[in-house]
């Protein structure tokens, strides 16, 4: 009789809950779970100071601390797969150009900043700054495969711009 009427209660909680989710604003339910969250663990920790447990639970704590960000990394790994394949652009790409220009686009005044030019420069200006660049940053001399495409695609736009 107790598990029935339990599981009556357990059932009435989960309808007032879903029906609650169900018509809430999603602010408050991201706060509800956090503090729901934040109480569990509460629970559990008393919990493990009253049954004298703090000491095992630590341990696995630590030893499960390596795989954290093993998973963690996964997890971005994961949503990095799923932008890259539905066609989302991440919050990186989408600030990579300060006009909000299209990502491919660049403008001369950005292609001129990235260079360290004006953007009146003339062609043996750019290339001179080119040059200096690429030499700092070019990929087989230990730079960045990045800012190399971007180096590159600025002296393209100054040099196209005339």
Known sequence: MVALLFGLLVLIGAVTFLSWLGRADP???RKSINWGVLGLIALV????????????????VVALAAWIGRILS????GKQFRDMFTGKRSKA???ASAS???????TVEEAARILGV???ADESEVKAAYRRLMGQIHPDHGGNDYLAAQVNQAKDTLLKKG
Do not use: S, W, Y
């Not at 920790?45 to 341990?59: E, F, K, N």
């Not at 996964?74 to 790994?77: E, T």
């Not at 909000?100 to 660049?106: L, T, W, Y």
């Open 93 to 95: 790409d989408e600030g």
């Open 100 to 106: 909000g220009a299209p990502r491919g686009v660049m």
């Open 27 to 29: 602010k408050a339910v």
């Open 118 to 120: 004006a953007p009146n």
């Open 74 to 77: 996964f997890v971005q790994m």
């Open 45 to 60: 920790i008393v919990g493990l100071v009253l049954t004298g447990r703090v000491g095992a639970a630590m341990a696995g």
